[in-house]
């Protein structure tokens, strides 16, 4: 099953290279603009969703669980959660493994920024470029890929690793599905949040879940014992 869990992650980075290859043609340029105007006007003209403009806040605020900071210490949170195992009193070195993807995407989602040169969205489809909430909106000059997609789509898998087996073999407790369906709430919203604010094309979105899930998994590997696989 390791290795199947690196296969995965393999998969995801080289579906991230290729996507940085072929995301500038005019396929994925069409298809971005497309979903973000149909995105916005759907929610914007939604008869259920009459303030726009408190809904626009509500997922401002909703990526804050994958901005850099909170990230962050998440990680640091969740490195001493798998370092130790408290039933054998043993430390784990496999745990390390979590710092150092996430320095991964910080590289990958650096070379994509820097290497790629994707242009961002235009100013004049943000949502709310000044918000209530502290982090205000930093309009870069480039977007792909997405880093708060990979954040949060990494803090969900790592957090999803200890349940893996189960979910393999499909006998989950009731808790292993409350966590699965609220890590897909937690990526969904933070994904299309990024698309809806203006401040991330799709292709972005997607980039960033790869690279996400590619380093992920990396951890779901190293791991795997200590997640009783």
């Known amino acids: 099953m390791r290795r199947f869990i690196i296969a995965l992650s393999i998969v995801c980075i080289a579906l991230f290279a290729l996507l940085s290859k072929f995301e500038d043609r005019g396929f994925f340029r069409s298809l971005d603009f497309d979903v973000t105007v149909k ?8 008869t259920r969703l009459r303030t726009a403009a408190l809904i626009g806040n509500v997922m401002e605020g909703a990526t804050f669980f994958a901005s850099p900071e909170f990230t962050v210490v998440s990680t640091l949170f969740l490195t001493a959660v798998f370092a130790y195992d408290r039933k054998k009193r043993q430390w784990k070195l496999a745990a390390m493994t979590i710092p150092i993807a996430l320095v991964l ?10 290497v790629v040169h994707h242009p961002a969205p235009p100013f004049s489809m943000i949502k709310h470029p000044t918000t209530i909430f502290p982090a205000d909106y930093i309009n870069e000059q480039f977007s792909y890929p ?3 997609a990979a954040r949060a789509i990494f803090l969900s898998i790592v957090c999803l690793s200890p349940f893996l087996t189960r979910l393999i073999r499909f006998r989950p407790k009731k808790r292993d599905i409350l966590v699965v369906f609220g890590a897909i709430f937690y990526v969904s919203i ?8 203006g401040h991330h094309w799709f292709s972005d979105v997607v980039g960033g879940l790869l690279i996400g899930s590619g380093c992920a998994f990396i951890v779901t590997a190293a791991v795997w014992d200590e997640a009783k696989g």
Do not use: M, N, T
Not at 106 to 113: N, P
């Open 39 to 46: 995105l916005q006007e759907r929610i914007d003209k939604s």
């Open 146 to 148: 997405s880093g708060h």
């Open 190 to 197: 933070v994904s299309i949040s990024r698309i809806y604010l």
């Open 105 to 114: 995407i910080v590289a990958l989602e650096i070379y994509g920024k820097s």
